[in-house]
């Protein structure tokens, strides 16, 4: 599996971003495709995910409403579109998936509680500033 993301940059208060995660073939086909972030000084947390087969999505309370996830199948890609950014959506973002999703049948880990240990595939991260 190698997954890349692509589309950080500055955007001001308010505006919106659309980021991209291209995966290898079949990757969506059989995996679970989670966005997380890390902000400076704190961890890495899941956001965002978009399970294979029925393509359900899922969002963490922090950007619920604001975030939408969406796939290509065709473009093996994901994309996370981010609308009304705000100054604490700034940090480093990146697409990842795991194993494990596969053999569950490519649902998505709880974003409560999935930490970065539970992922083995990670792309490149992002960065994406939010700033006026």
């Known amino acids: 599996v190698q997954l890349q993301a692509s589309g950080g940059g500055l955007v001001q208060p308010g505006g919106s971003l659309r980021l991209s995660c291209a995966a290898s073939q079949w990757t969506l086909d059989y995996y679970a495709i989670t966005w997380f972030r890390q902000a400076p000084g704190k961890e890495r947390e899941g956001i965002s995910c978009?399970?294979?087969?029925?393509?359900?999505?899922y969002y963490a309370d922090s950007v619920k409403g604001r975030f939408t996830i969406a796939r290509d199948m065709a473009k093996r890609t994901v994309y996370l579109q981010m609308d009304s950014l705000q100054n604490d959506d700034t940090a480093v973002y990146y697409c990842?998936?795991?194993?494990?999703?596969?053999?569950?049948?490519?649902?998505?880990?709880?974003?409560?509680?999935?930490?970065?240990?539970?992922?083995?595939?990670w792309g490149k991260g992002t960065l994406v500033t939010v700033s006026s």
């Open positions: 978009i399970s294979s087969g029925d393509g359900s999505a």
């Open positions: 990842a998936t795991s194993r494990r999703s596969a053999l569950q049948g490519g649902n998505c880990p709880d974003l409560r509680s999935v930490g970065s240990g539970d992922m083995d595939s």
